[in-house]
């Protein structure tokens, strides 16, 4: 059975940094793209940001030049580099595999506030 474990989140101050993690296990193959997620309370799940099997990344408007996802193939696992983070960035993060069938980690709270 495929598990997505995410870790990483936390609480810290305007301005500061978050790194969040996902990790697959139980024989996940052949994942075409990672991505992040994230939901806010009493907002709709958006995409934050994707990485495909070649490489290339994609973000949301609101995160380019803060935010960088990066993938470790032999590790099945991707990362969430969050700098500059704004208290608009505090939400529930979400990663999600595609093999091809979509997997979702159980979500990890960033808040940030001062």
């Known amino acids: 059975q495929v598990q997505l474990v995410e870790s990483g989140g936390g609480l810290v101050q305007p301005g500061g940094s978050l790194r969040l993690s996902c990790a697959a296990s139980?024989?996940?193959?052949?994942?075409?793209?990672m991505g992040w997620y994230r939901q806010a309370p009493g907002k709709e799940r958006e995409l934050v940001a994707s990485?495909?099997?070649?490489?290339?990344?994609k973000y949301a408007d609101s995160v380019k030049g803060r935010f960088s996802i990066s993938r470790d193939n032999a590790k099945n696992t991707v990362y969430l580099q969050m700098n500059s983070l704004k208290p608009e960035d505090t939400a529930v993060y979400y990663c999600?595999?595609?093999?091809?069938?979509?997997?979702w980690g159980q979500g990890t709270q960033v808040t940030v506030s001062s």
């Open positions: 999600v595999f595609a093999a091809p069938s979509a997997y």
């Open positions: 139980g024989g996940i193959f052949s994942i075409n793209a």
């Open positions: 990485i495909i099997s070649g490489g290339s990344t």
